[in-house]
């Protein structure tokens, strides 16, 4: 007798009501991989940036409109470090 290809070993399709597809490829728990991510997946806290945080992100741009080019800002374990041509500088020491 031929064997006949299933979706999943005992579904055809996505056992969510809402997708029902067969063409997603099954991940878990009678989903496909898109709808069991959804169900199953932890959620991510926003991201909240301190006013530092912030105003380094933010510093680009500050860069653009005052004309300061070629300037690498960045920011790592509480630290700043500016460096422009060959100059650097540092916040906190």
């Not at 878990?28 to 530092?52: A, F, I, V």
Request: proline share 8%; with cysteine; charged share 25%.
């Amino acid at each position: 007798m031929p064997r006949v290809s299933r979706w999943a070993m005992h579904y055809d399709e996505c056992q969510n009501e809402h997708c029902a597809t067969p063409g997603k490829p099954h991940l878990g728990h009678g989903l496909c991989s898109t709808c069991y991510h959804r169900q199953y997946e932890r959620k991510r806290p926003p991201r909240r940036y301190g006013q530092l945080e912030k105003f380094i992100r933010d510093l680009p741009l500050l860069h653009k409109k005052l004309g300061l080019f070629g300037t690498i800002t960045s920011f790592r374990e509480g630290q700043v470090t500016i460096k422009y041509k060959n100059m650097t500088a540092t916040w906190p020491e």
